[in-house]
């Protein structure tokens, strides 16, 4: 059954934050020194009043959001998968957009019925020679965005590759949306409405057409995705015990009160 594109179910807040291209798995394991970790080499200078200062303790922030969601957008080099997701995490477009090496990150919270979501979104590289280093990023997806060029038939012929690896790689409720991106060049269309409509009923996708430089529809890719994936958690089909599922759930607290399930008003910082 087709969505709605602005139902009620759902709004938006502002991005978080947006980090930068990130080539390896291993980079994201490096450990973090945090103040307390820093040592003072022996006959550093101090002031007096530095010896018998006592350490602050370092406060943890509660979440503001009840779940996370692990998302990848996956397609041919160059039909604007990098600009999809600086125009929805940023609200702008990058009329020069680079190439992606190996992949990127970029995360928002939204809302879903009254739940606050956080995305996680990885932006993998479009080129041949990155798949096997991409492919190690569909695992534990909760939804994927397949995206292919309107204005390009050879994106939209090699669909069913990429679907492939999303069906392969990726648990089998994934959610995965096919976007038919720059809606805005309808005088160079190469592909009709209609048949990647019929391509996606086919093959169970959710599907719309979309323009990273207009601003078209880019809310409703993300949001329609973050919605089936929340009603699959509602009605059990999702196992958040699965560790494949994509999901996290992290029960929110307000400022210096108890964890709570529901969600809180306040905003997370970014911690870029």
Known sequence: MPFVPHSPLYTTEETLCRRPAILDRQSLSLPLSSPGDLQIPPGSPRRPDQHHRPRAKMA????????IFKYIIIGDMGVGKSCLLHQFTEKKFMADCPHTIGVEFGTR?????GQKIKLQIWDTAGQERFRAVTRSYYRGAAGALM????T???TYNHLSSWLTDARNLTNPNTVIILI???????????VTYEEAKQFAEENGLLFLEASAKTGENVEDAFLEAAKKIYQNIQDGSLDLNAAESGVQHKPSAPQG????????PQREGCGC
């Not at 038919?180 to 190469?190: P, T, V």
């Open 109 to 113: 919270i939204i809302e879903v019925n």
């Open 60 to 67: 943890t922030a509660p979440y503001n959001y009840s779940y």
């Open 152 to 154: 390009r038939r050879s």
């Open 147 to 150: 995206v292919y060029d309107i």
């Open 180 to 190: 038919g991106n720059k809606a805005d060049l309808e005088a160079q269309r190469d």
């Open 257 to 264: 009160g108890r964890l709570t399930s529901e969600p809180q």
